[in-house]
């Protein structure tokens, strides 16, 4: 009897300690979705009435729609690179053990943990040496921003494809080059597609990442070359208004929506 | 098919010798079985024939075409793998038609092979699933059709009944044996498991520790052990040690007088089969055991029941001890813990090895 007491009170103070923790983490964004739909200019509570005003609003602000067109492109192509360098990478960390692989997976899993400020200031830094050197444009560009979303984006893959790759049967290769097929035809036939599900993870998590990063952008973005991040950032020094609101309501649809369609075709909860 | 010769394989890992000078011949369409405890170099062996570990000396032929240094890829050996090892994105029909992709064959006869393959191992109509809807012996029979479309001169089979149940095992055993058969392959398969590597083998090479210590027949090797090693890893013995006083007289550690045939003057060790020996209550005098070449009496220490069969430990003198096995008999002899006996075998029976 104590001891059914007892679990039912155990359960009830889980449950109770993981609802806090949810509803610490989804308040924010309940009140933003609803602060979006505010009818008037000053966030204040009660609302005056609901609108879809502000939604309208971001379209009529260029900068939104660039800032959102930037990085999403920079996403893109940041994400691709990342994967094109942190899938091999992985690979090399699973099945071949050389002298500094320890240290090396640890360097390339480091971009998630040092803090946003300092990876900013070092690549900074690094991009005017280049400039300087080079004597030619670096700092600024497009592609510039994109070497730095690079960075953040392969700790994900890496990450993610390695612990995808440690429940591949590494049979299953030697099975295809006894049928004939030789190191290359392998790996695209058979290695990769049963690595899909990290590849499809760290590719949606890199491309998040990159999509909301604000902090190393910072450092890089140039005159007329501006992240959405920064946008809203820029904006919020002069203006408080919902249309912020809005366009969070949208990024947060866009990534949820992402996560449940990769979710149908992989399951995130396997991989991450 | 064709014949597979492996001539002076050896395989260095620094220091560590996993095969040490393996030489052996497979005919076209011989069933060959390596046999050996973990560890003795016969998956290595294996590997190497496959083109998956390249041999630190040596030569492997393939129906006399030296494939020593030819990749995986260009071999045409088929592998069963202990993991079964098939592609968990590709259905059962895909996975057997991969080989055959490779090869470049036209569509349409990949299309026929491959449920050719499949009829073969009865798995016609399976053709869409993939491998995770399909029991551990689909899976299995699946893994062999894949190697069996390529019609691969070799077939290579590592420890493929492993991970099936001990039933089921004995069904597969059957089944991969008949195949081999009806389609004439050349196959060699490594086991651990002893009762496999007899019910299936045509030959078997027992090896241990890189080296190989006896080829021969089931026979061969129950009957004729090459050494202490392969007396004691095909069947059971019970070892005796001692030393060869003079040629067919044996002395035991604890000093026991043993008739023998031939061994050569010095330390030796005796191997007796446990069924081989007899075994009679003390009180019959001039019983059963009479005429038998040696008979020594001794206290019955352990005695366990194994259903048809029972092994009973005799204690001989303080430094020796005998297994004896007796098929169990309804009003046949079993003695008790405890009990004096009389134990009794021909010279015959004992096998001589020099220790």
């Known amino acids: ?272 | 098919m064709a014949r597979l010769d492996i001539e002076n394989l050896v395989k260095r890992y620094g220091d560590f010798h996993a095969v040490r000078d393996v030489s052996l011949s497979i005919a076209d369409g011989e069933f060959l079985v390596l046999l050996g405890p973990s560890g003795c170099g016969k998956t290595t062996t294996l590997r190497m024939v496959a083109g998956f570990i390249e041999p630190t000396a040596g030569r492997v032929l393939l129906g006399g075409q030296n494939v020593t240094l030819l990749p995986p890829w260009k071999r045409n050996a088929g592998m069963v793998f202990q993991s079964y090892a098939l592609f968990p994105h590709l259905t059962v029909a895909q996975n057997v038609a991969f080989g055959l992709e490779m090869r470049k064959i036209p569509r349409a006869d990949i299309d026929k092979r491959v449920e050719e393959v499949l009829a073969l191992v009865r798995l016609g109509g399976y053709g869409g699933r993939l491998p995770r809807q399909l029991s551990g012996g689909q899976q299995q029979r699946v893994a062999l059709a894949r190697a069996l479309a390529i019609r691969p001169d070799v077939l290579l089979l590592d420890e493929p009944l492993s991970n099936l149940d001990a039933k089921l095992r004995q069904e597969v055993r059957v089944e991969i044996r008949e195949l081999q058969r009806q389609l004439g392959l050349t196959t060699v398969m490594v086991t651990h498991d002893q009762e496999e590597a007899l019910t299936m083998a045509d030959r078997l090479v027992v090896m241990n520790e890189g080296l190989v210590h006896q080829v021969g027949s089931q026979r061969d090797l129950y009957e004729r052990p090459a050494d202490r090693f392969v007396a004691g890893f095909v069947g059971r013995s019970t070892f005796l040690e001692g030393k060869i006083d003079t040629p067919g007289r044996f002395t035991t550690q604890g000093g026991l007088v043993l008739k023998c045939v031939g061994g050569t003057t010095g330390p030796a060790v005796l191997s007796l089969r446990p069924e081989r020996v007899e075994i009679a209550p003390v009180s019959q005098e001039g019983g059963p055991l009479a005429g038998l070449d040696n008979q020594l009496q001794g206290t019955v220490e352990f005695v366990s029941y194994l259903g048809s069969l029972i092994d009973i430990h005799v204690r001989l003198s303080p430094a020796d001890r005998l297994v004896v096995q007796i098929a169990n008999r309804e009003g046949g002899f079993a003695p008790d813990v405890g009990q004096s006996v009389h134990a009794g075998w021909p010279a015959s029976a004992g096998q001589v090895f020099k220790a």
């Open chain 1, 1 to 272: 009897m104590i001891a059914v007491i007892r679990r039912r009170a155990g359960r009830w103070a889980l449950n109770g300690a993981a609802g806090v923790a949810l509803a610490y983490i989804l308040l924010p964004l309940i009140f933003v979705v609803w602060l979006a739909f505010f009818r008037q200019e000053i966030p204040s509570f009660p609302p005056e009435g609901y609108s879809l005003r502000w939604f309208a609003a971001i379209l009529d602000q260029r900068k939104f729609v660039d800032g959102f067109s930037l990085s999403f492109r920079i996403g893109v192509l940041a994400t691709a690179i990342g994967l094109a360098l942190g899938v091999p990478a992985a690979l090399c960390l699973v099945r071949y053990n050389f002298t500094l692989r320890g240290p090396l997976a640890n360097l390339l899993l480091l971009p998630v943990v040092v803090p946003g400020v300092v990876l900013g200031t070092a690549m900074y830094v690094f991009q005017v040496e280049v400039e300087n050197g080079l004597d030619v444009d670096v700092l600024g560009t497009f592609y510039a921003l994109v070497a730095g979303h690079v960075v953040i984006v392969i700790p994900w893959v890496v990450r993610l494809v390695t612990a995808s790759l440690a429940g591949v049967d590494r049979a299953i290769e030697e099975a295809a080059q006894n049928l004939g097929a030789n190191a290359w035809v392998t790996f695209w036939r058979i290695t990769l597609p049963s690595i899909r599900p990290g590849i499809v993870a760290g590719a949606l998590f890199g491309f998040v990442t990159s999509f909301g990063n604000l902090e190393m952008s910072l450092f890089l973005v140039g005159p007329g070359r501006t992240t959405l991040p920064i946008v809203i950032l820029q904006y919020l020094e002069w203006k408080i208004d919902p249309t912020i609101a809005a366009v969070s309501v949208i990024q947060i649809l866009l990534i949820g929506g992402a996560m449940l369609v990769t979710d149908r075709y992989v399951k995130l909860a396997r991989v991450v």
